[in-house]
């Protein structure tokens, strides 16, 4: 796919995966580390300023522990925060999904926005939070590999323009 169709005027569906299989080759399992990359770097952060707060408390004789109190909505914010600079930003990929060479794109192929990126990571929880098993099978039965909030959404998470060439060049 040239960058023209890549990146140009929308189309249905940019991705198309019986004429381009290798935007969606190995995927879902990228995904999944993607995710657990993303959570370490989410969580490390919250878990040095609890920490922080615990040793903080005693140094204050009780009194810093009211901090904790903190913690909740600040892994909120931090999250969103993460998902909508990083997923929302100019690559469309996280720093776990720029790791496993794959980038989340709009169904017709248009980057990401902060807006919608945001959206995506709260549709995920909400809907893990409900249909747990269902939104990751829903993956295995599509030829986009699309989750239950991608199809919500319109969204479509595939391999990098560069790892699809490599995969190109390799069935060759």
């Given at each position: ?12 569906y940019?991705?198309?995966p ?23 770097l989410?969580?490390?952060?919250i878990?040095?300023?609890?920490v ?7 140094l ?6 009211f901090?904790?109190s903190?913690?909740?909505?600040g ?7 993460y ?6 930003g ?14 989340m ?29 269902l ?14 909030h ?18 190109r060049?390799?069935?060759?």
């Open positions: 796919m040239s960058d023209a169709q890549y990146y140009g005027e929308p189309r249905p940019a991705f198309v019986l004429t381009e299989p290798e935007y969606f080759d190995g995927v879902l399992g990228r995904r999944f580390v993607a995710f657990l990359i993303d959570a370490v989410i969580c490390a952060p878990g040095a300023a609890a922080f707060i615990f040793v903080f408390g005693f204050t004789f009780g009194f810093g522990w901090l904790f903190l913690l909740s909505p892994f909120v914010i931090w999250a969103l925060a998902t909508g600079l990083t997923l929302g100019p690559r469309s990929a996280t720093l776990g999904m720029r790791a496993m060479g794959i980038e794109r709009q169904s017709y192929g248009a980057p990401m926005y902060t807006l919608l990126a945001v959206l995506s990571v709260v549709l995920f929880w909400v809907s893990m939070s409900v249909l747990t098993p939104v990751v099978v829903v993956g295995l039965f599509n030829a986009r590999k699309r989750l239950l991608d199809l919500i959404l319109g969204t479509v998470v595939t391999n990098t323009k560069e790892r699809a060439a490599g995969l060049r390799y069935r060759r």
